[in-house]
Structures are given as C-alpha cells and as structure tokens.
T-cell receptor, first 115, second 115 residues
Framework: NAGVTQTPKFQVLKTGQSMTLQCAQDMNHNSMYWYRQDPGMGLRLIYYSASEGTTDKGEVPNGYNVSRLNKREFSLRLESAAPSQTSVYFC??????????????FGDGTRLSIL | AQKITQTQPGMFVQEKEAVTLDCTYDTSDQSYGLFWYKQPSSGEMIFLIYQGSYDEQNATEGRYSLNFQKARKSANLVISASQLGDSAMYFCAMRASNTGNQFYFGTGTSLTVIP
C-alpha cells in the first residue's frame, strides 16, 4: 500500500546549499508531478513528466531541476537553495495518456525550510 | 486556458449539518474530469470524489456528493452530516483532455466543523 513515497519528510537547508527530493511510485503510473504549496496559494506545479524520458516546466520552474530516472522515480533538485523556496513540496502520480477520469495520487509531502 | 475558482477561503458548519463548498471551472474542452481533494492538518492530500464531463448523474461517495451543473460550469462538493474529522482544507481540481497530463487546482476552502 505504499503508493507515492517521498523522502525526506523534513529538511532544513542554508541558503546556497543544494539538495534533491526523491519520489517513487509503485502504481505503474506514466505521469509524475512536483508541486509546491505555500500558505494561501494552493498547489503550484513546478515540473511534470508525462511519461518516462520526458519532462516539462510547470507554473514555477525557476530554481529547480528534475530527473525522471525511470518509470517509478522522479526527483526534484534545488541547485542553490533560496529562502523563497521554503515550502511544502508534494510529489504526485497519475495515469497518463490524457485519461481525464484518473485522479492524482500524492505523497505525504516534504517540509523544506531554507535559512 | 483552464482555470479553477474557489471563492470561499473559509467556511464553518455545525456538526451533523450539511455544507456545500463551491467550485467553478473554465475550460473550452468538452472532455474533462473534476476532482475534490481533502487536506487535513496533518498535510496529506486525500482524493475524495470524481465527476466526468459526460456523466449524467452526480457523483456520490459515502457522505460526499458532487453537485455538477455543466451549463454553469460549477462542481460544488456537498458534505452531509458533517463530522469533526471533516475539518480540513478542500481543493477542487480539473483535468482536461487537451491538456491531458496537467491538473489545475483551486486555492482551496478551509472548512471548520463546530461541535
């Protein structure tokens, strides 16, 4: 019953440090997503991957990079962390191929603080 | 462009009463799906209910129902017999076939159930 697993759950960084958030899903989904959630702003899409081998920018991609390592794994990297990137990060997955009836399944989130 | 609007930042409801959370959407696509998610204070995103644009019946899942009015482009969530555990943020989301792998989220409604 793992679903979507994110690591770590919490992280504190100093400005300028780098780190990678990991995400893995075991539902054989084609599409994977990274969102950030800030108070009062709902979910904002950072990057998504429609299928293995493809990635696309979302609404707020600046300062981030992603890697779709294989069908299961989709990582998010902060190369030089900034305080404005303090947020809760969610990974999600869904069936791909434009199947509008399929929901997203979310990980539990990573709370990231940048000092 | 796809857009989801939730106009109620916060709502209060008495325990055991019903409550309606509003959601309007904008899309030029004929085929789309509408979703509601619950986010309790613990932070995880929980999928609640789905409505397809071609569905003739309103969706129901236990105490949750979706009041779908296609001509008005609204997809309101109705929670019957509210419980204290229903206190949470609720997000409306849409997936359309012409942007099939992207989901669009509203800013959410915070629901508080009063004992």
């Amino acid at each position: 019953n793992a679903g979507v697993t994110q690591t770590p759950k919490f992280q504190v960084l100093k400005t300028g440090q780098s780190m990678t958030l990991q995400c893995a899903q075991d539902m054989n989904h084609n599409s994977m997503y990274w969102y950030r959630q800030d108070p009062g702003m709902g979910l904002r899409l950072i990057y998504y991957s429609a299928s293995e081998g493809t990635t696309d920018k979302g609404e707020v991609p600046n300062g981030y990079n992603v890697s779709r390592l294989n069908k299961r794994e989709f990582s998010l990297r902060l190369e030089s962390a900034a305080p404005s990137q303090t947020s809760v990060y969610f990974c999600a997955s869904s069936e791909g191929g434009g199947r509008v009836g399929q929901p997203q399944h979310f990980g539990d989130g990573t709370r990231l603080s940048i000092l | 462009a796809q857009k989801i609007t939730q106009t109620q930042p916060g709502m209060f409801v008495q325990e055991k009463e019903a409550v309606t959370l509003d959601c309007t959407y904008d899309t030029s696509d004929q085929s789309y799906g509408l979703f509601w998610y619950k986010q309790p204070s613990s932070g995880e995103m929980i999928f609640l209910i789905y409505q397809g644009s071609y569905d003739e019946q309103n969706a129901t899942e236990g105490r949750y129902s979706l009041n779908f009015q296609k001509a008005r482009k609204s997809a309101n969530l109705v929670i019957s017999a509210s419980q204290l555990g229903d206190s949470a943020m609720y997000f409306c989301a849409m997936r359309a076939s012409n942007t099939g792998n992207q989901f669009y989220f509203g800013t959410g409604t915070s629901l508080t159930v009063i004992p």
